[in-house]
């Protein structure tokens, strides 16, 4: 009976430890902090709040030491014990001066950031919010420290540290979304992902291939997903948001929503948005140049040079898109924890903008150039395991399958030869990521990846006139590429004021590709290619933290990218009178990176974050002259055309700055800014030195902020420098179509800046106001690089719903 009735006191007790609820509040307002975190080293777990604030803290008892976090606040640190004292209820103060914060991307696990030696770069779905980017290239863009390139309305390449494209790598819940057939070109798969379902993204500058692998030399790019919130009672939680937008600069009419509903063990969230955008309206003032006097109009059998009624309207640039996501949530014990996810995306067939500006003789060169439907699809299962024994603290297992469509459509003026080229790639992945806790300063983070892309390429010729079909060259071989890898990070942290951090990776990358499609079109002298080959890479770094208001931190690095199917097998018109074909012998190019960084807190009225970087590449995959079958020329489409091919024939380097600053002017109002400084070369076939193509040049954001009562307003602007002739690279001044021109006659890059108002309001505790202005000034101004020019003036009006 004794023991029975111990039992039970037992089951009673653990019962209400199971219950225990905190709400974090913020201190001003008193409104609830959703994805507030809470963290401890001891246990090793992390906790974010739902909707209302709320999280169940069972798994933290006894915890010495938590932390909890909000960015914009100040951190907390306090006990188990503490919490319990406080009744469960934690008010967090606002402040905009803090060198800590919780990230993830850097090792896949959470760490503070002033424990990690790279830099790391947080955006908020607070900032999502008032600054309501049309995609999610703008709303890396927002960030200040991401310079995006836009070739068409429907699309956004990002540059990061003077490297872009496949050199970079995006991740969207930890799983790699770089394909076999991400180009050297400018990519828009970015716009696949959804602003509104994301829930916090983060930048990691520099080589990440540790953790990520092949193609993350500039920098990684991490998407965090809307998380399924499990209630914290008996009573179901339901939570959501739904919200209509209208943006003046191209008419767009978007319709979002969410909702979570959560038990105590499950969890489902579902989320919906539908995007229509219509053509883009350039501002009023700059250069000539970028106006639209005229556009192609198919009329019966003619295609028409029509006179455009208003040259400030960019026409075709108008696209629409819709996004889903479903994700369902299992955590039957506090040990485990299961969460499947399905992601959706397709547009509509959306024009290339910069190819219906080319000229030939005066009149357009393309009668059609556009790209169809691009189509993303993931299924995702994610199993988290936490243990206190054996060989790991936490593992997480993320099974992924990927499925990409895209294809691209031309046609000369006035010729009936309509090109399809149609992409399938099936990309199927398994990361293994463990952490352990080694004596009492030390952390270890390892794990497995196994990458596999089936990709599908096939052709078209459509004569339009007769609308009669054949089977046409494909833009790639039929082929699969894998890659296997292992990695290992070790920290040590001797006490809270130095951390030192160092990590290797083995990675197998293989290839095989089937040319044999293709050979009724080209005469290869090859109808397979095979590639073999591994790469090492290491990081070693150091963080010294003196004091609280002081962190200083430095990392060399080393990064990779694999050949991939684009880089070997694509056959394509790069510009004309040139065309690039196959190349079987590539092998890996490598990045060897250094960066130094400091950042002080002045009082608590004033923060200066200063990083230093260098980076060389070698054996760089460029574009150089070649031959086919002993001939430097062929007819293609045509016209009689240079053959080039990708080679290892490079060296590029890229010297850099980044500078933040964040102010406390008073109560409730501040001042940050965000600047980049870059420089890049790399080598020309005579071994001269050409400014690299993607090293975008200096730009930056300031933003003063004033908050009060729910209230946020934000006035910024946003700023770039001209890129002059002399520092244009090789392939820019071949492609003058897109850039203004100097006194000399030559073409180049302005400069440019634009003034922005934007704001947000509670106008009740369901309703929410986003209003704002972007380019006040109706600047007409074209990015480094891109074939699109910027929206002119843009008024831009969201309500939104929460339940």
């Known amino acids: 009976m004794k023991r029975l009735f111990f039992t039970c006191i037992a089951f009673w007790a653990l019962s209400f430890v199971s219950a225990q609820v905190i709400t974090i509040q913020d201190g001003e307002s008193k409104l609830p902090l959703e994805n507030a975190t809470l963290s401890s080293n001891n246990p090793k777990i992390l906790l974010t709040t739902n909707a209302k604030g709320q999280c169940d803290i069972a798994a933290l008892a006894g915890a010495e030491k938590i932390e909890i976090r909000y960015f914009g606040y100040k951190t907390l640190a306090t006990s188990f014990t503490e919490l319990t004292q406080a009744n469960y209820l934690i008010v967090l103060n606002s402040t905009r001066i803090s060198l800590d914060q919780v990230v993830i991307s850097a090792s896949r696990w959470n760490q503070n950031q002033r424990d990690i030696p790279s830099k790391v770069s947080t955006i908020t779905s607070r900032e999502v919010a008032l600054q309501n980017p049309q995609t999610a290239a703008d709303l890396l863009g927002a960030s200040g420290e991401v310079f995006i390139q836009k070739s068409q309305q429907g699309g956004g390449s990002p540059m990061i540290r003077g490297f872009s494209t496949n050199r970079l790598l995006y991740a969207v819940d930890g799983v790699r979304m770089n394909t076999a057939i991400f180009r050297s070109g400018n990519l828009q798969n970015v716009i696949s992902l959804d602003p509104f379902a994301t829930e916090r993204t983060e930048v990691f500058f520099g080589p990440g291939s540790i953790i990520y692998g092949s193609d993350a030399i500039g920098g990684v790019m991490s998407f965090e997903t809307l998380s399924p919130k499990l209630a914290t009672d008996e009573n179901t939680l339901i939570t959501g948001k739904a919200t209509s937008r209208f943006s003046s600069a191209n008419k767009e009419k978007t319709a979002h929503f969410d909702v979570n509903v959560g038990w105590k063990k499950w969890a489902l969230v579902s989320s919906f948005s539908s995007f229509d955008y219509g053509d883009l309206r350039m501002g009023r003032f700059g250069p000539d140049e970028y106006l639209r006097p005229f556009y192609v109009q198919r009329q019966g059998t003619t295609d028409i040079v029509v006179t455009n009624d208003d040259p400030l309207v960019q026409r075709p640039t108008s696209y629409t898109q819709i996004n889903l996501m479903q994700k369902v949530r299992f955590k039957p014990s506090e040990n485990w924890d ?311 024939a490079a060296v590029a380097n890229v010297i850099g700055l980044q500078a933040g600053l964040e102010l406390k002017i008073a109560k409730g109002l501040s001042f940050s800014s965000q600047f980049n400084l870059q420089d890049g070369e790399e080598e020309l076939d005579n071994g001269e030195k050409s400014p690299s193509r993607h090293a975008a040049p200096w730009f930056g954001i300031s933003r003063l902020n004033f908050t009060a009562s729910g209230l946020n307003l934000q006035f910024y602007a946003q700023y770039s420098g001209e890129v002059s002739y002399e520092k244009l690279s090789e392939e820019g001044r071949a492609t003058d179509y897109i850039y203004a021109i100097d006194k000399n006659g030559k073409p180049y890059s302005p400069s440019w800046y634009t003034f922005n108002f934007k704001a947000l309001y509670p106008l009740s505790e369901r309703f929410t106001l986003t209003a704002g202005v972007e380019n006040l000034t109706d600047q007409r101004y074209r990015p480094y690089s891109s074939g699109i020019v910027a929206p002119g003036r843009n008024l831009i009006l969201a309500l939104s719903l929460h339940w």
């Open 338 to 648: 299961f969460q499947y996810a399905f992601h959706y995306s397709s547009t509509s067939d959306y024009s290339r903008y910069d190819r219906h500006i080319r000229l030939r003789n005066g009149l357009p060169r393309s009668g059609e150039f556009y790209y169809g439907p691009q189509v993303w699809a993931m299924n995702h299962l994610n199993i988290s395991h936490s243990a206190k024994d054996g060989l790991y603290d936490q593992m997480t297992i993320r099974l992924a399958h990927q499925f990409f469509e895209e294809s691209r459509v031309d046609r000369d003026l006035n010729r009936t030869e309509r090109r399809i080229r149609v992409e399938k790639v099936q990309a199927s992945s398994l990361n293994l990521d463990f952490t352990k806790t080694l004596g009492t300063s030390g952390q270890l983070y390892y794990g497995l990846e196994g990458v596999i892309d089936d990709v599908e390429s096939s052709g078209t010729n459509v004569d339009v006139s007769n609308n009669k079909s054949v089977v046409g060259p494909s833009r790639y071989p039929q082929s699969t590429w894998s890659s296997y890898a292992a990695y290992l990070n070790y920290q040590w942290k001797a006490g809270e004021k130095f951390v030192l951090q160092g990590g290797l990776r083995y990675n197998n990358f293989a290839l095989d590709a089937d040319f044999s499609n293709n050979l009724a079109f080209y005469p290869f002298p090859f109808s397979t290619a095979k590639l073999d080959n591994s790469a090492l890479t290491g990081s070693l770094g150091f963080v010294i933290n003196p004091n609280e208001d002081l962190s200083i931190r430095a990392n060399a690095s080393t990064g990779f990218r694999s050949p991939n199917v684009d880089d070997v097998g694509k056959v394509f018109d790069s510009t004309p009178g040139s065309v690039v074909i196959p190349n079987p012998d590539l092998k890996a190019e490598y990045a060897y990176n250094f960066e130094l960084g400091i950042a002080k807190v002045f009082g608590e009225a004033l923060k200066i974050d200063l990083t230093g970087f260098y980076t060389t590449l070698e054996n760089a995959m460029v574009r150089r002259d070649y031959t086919l079958n002993g001939q430097s020329q062929i007819d293609y489409n045509g016209m009689l055309s240079q053959v080039q091919a990708i080679q290892n």
